[in-house]
């Protein structure tokens, strides 16, 4: 038996499709909303076939690519090979590598005045596609198999004086005047930071950039000297040691909840090398992204077209993907052995790039968010208690990404709370219904299908976690 009262905040619409259609957030913009069962059924389909650019809700597809082929069990390992002249590194990629842990490493290597060979499975550098803009920023960090601290740093400071960065990462810290608003200067190429103004005295973040080469700085933690390419067969070992990173459900919960970019470029371009199909290290995506396209097509069931990969991340312009896509993927990861530790890697209310919004959900998911882009994808339960997959993206609305992110927030809310997926599904699904339930329903329409509607600078806004959503 269902008992059932409509929300007061729900009266002014009769279906998500009005919601929509009275939304003037939506009016002129591109988007697609899709809602389904676990079980892949659609229930509802705005547009749904409609190729979108995905922002970082491209994250869903990488991190299923790579916990579907690697397994919960894999992780990332770094083989470092010490003789007496040189040291080697072998990086099959690790985006959790750390400063502490290539400090750990080092130490015990003892003599830091050898040559560091770096042999690395993949090399791109900047992902094609990203923007000249975004580069200097954390987020747009280069991405290489040998790495430190996602190839990036934070610029913090203390007591009005800026704190010193490990001398290994190679960057110049210039302290210019110390009065009037804070600004900081940077130049990539140089790696070169100017500081400006009155700092606070308490401990702040003042900005977060991304390193030149991060596999050039992570060397310099172990040995004098970056040569590219494998330890010369002249050389000859002394020892030889693994170094494993984080397990897998870290790694999921590191690359889902913040939105991290660069351990989403590592889900994809670990995956295609572990898997064998990466022939060019220097140049990877191609069939880094092939490989994915053909994963979703062929096990995902994903209909053909609906996906066109471009970086792990979404911070490319040109990844397009349908919501009918997303749905599916999530549907499918749903089916999985580890399904439980994914959907607790994700995003929810209070916690990762969801930490202010959508307070007291059921919903779990990602977010994304480019200039003109919004998407929100994931699970939620509706109004009877039944788990249900919505996906949500949103291209080229006029208004601030602020209401945009509320717009979504609000179909998410609808499906959870509205009657459309609660006692009206329940209804068309021959469930029983008590008689207060019938009276809301009868001034209500009725479920459509699909077939009936088918018309119609790069951060997250919030200061205290900068590096994330993207």
């Known amino acids: 038996m269902i008992a059932y009262f409509l929300p007061l905040a729900f009266q002014a619409a009769t279906s998500l499709n009005t919601l929509l259609d009275t939304n003037p957030v939506l009016s002129g913009a591109s988007y697609g909303v899709t809602v389904m069962k676990l079980d892949g059924t659609v229930l509802f389909s705005r547009d749904g076939n409609r190729r979108l650019i995905p922002a970082s809700n491209q994250k869903i597809l990488s991190t299923l690519y790579g916990v579907h082929h690697l397994g919960l069990e894999f992780r990332p390992k770094t083989t470092v090979i010490e003789c007496a002249e040189a040291v080697g590194v072998i990086a099959d990629g690790d985006p959790s590598m750390s400063t502490l842990r290539l400090q750990e490493i080092g130490a015990t290597l003892g003599d830091k005045s050898r040559p560091v060979y770096v042999s690395q499975a993949y090399t791109p550098g900047i992902p094609s596609g990203w923007e000249t803009d975004d580069l200097i920023n954390r987020y747009a960090a280069p991405v290489f198999a040998f790495t430190v601290d996602q190839g990036a740093f934070r610029l913090l400071s203390e007591n009005k004086e800026i704190l010193p960065l490990p001398k290994e990462l190679g960057v110049l810290i210039e302290r210019g005047r110390n009065t009037g608003p804070v600004k900081v200067s940077y130049s990539l190429d140089q790696q070169r930071v100017r500081v400006d103004g009155d700092l606070a005295g308490e401990r702040q973040t003042l900005e977060t950039l991304a390193l030149k080469y991060p596999d050039r700085s992570a060397a310099r933690f172990l040995g004098r000297g970056f040569i590219p390419g494998p330890l010369p067969s ?60 053909k994963f979703f097509e062929e096990i995902v069931k ?63 998911g990602k977010t994304g968010t480019l200039t003109s882009v919004v998407g929100l994808s994931g699970y939620v339960n509706s109004a009877i208690g039944e788990p249900l997959i919505v996906a949500i993206v949103i291209n080229n609305s006029v208004d601030s990404p602020t209401k945009v992110r509320d717009s979504a927030d609000e179909i998410v809310r609808w499906v959870e709370k509205g009657p459309e997926f609660g006692p009206l599904l329940a209804l068309r699904l021959g469930y029983d219904a008590s008689p207060t339930l019938q009276s809301v329903l009868s001034n209500q329409s009725p479920v459509l299908s699909s077939s009936h509607r088918n018309g119609g600078p790069h951060r997250d806004s919030s200061p205290l976690l900068p590096w994330l959503d993207r």
């Open 234 to 293: 002249w050389y000859k070992p002394t020892r030889e040691t693994e170094y494993f990173g984080d397990p897998m459900p870290k790694l999921l919960a590191d690359c889902l909840q913040p939105s991290d970019n660069n351990y989403a470029e590592h889900f994809l371009l670990m995956t295609a090398s572990q898997k064998g199909v990466i022939d060019n290290p220097a140049s990877p995506y191609t069939s880094a992204n092939a490989d994915l396209k």
């Open 302 to 364: 994903v209909p053909a077209n609906d996906l066109r990969p471009m970086d792990g991340s979404g911070l490319a312009r040109q990844n397009l993907v349908t919501t009918r896509a997303l749905g599916s993927a999530l549907s499918w990861a749903s089916k999985q052995p580890w399904f439980s530790v994914y959907k607790e890697a994700l995003a929810a209310p209070g916690k990762g790039t969801l930490r202010t919004r959508l307070a007291g959900s059921s919903f779990k």
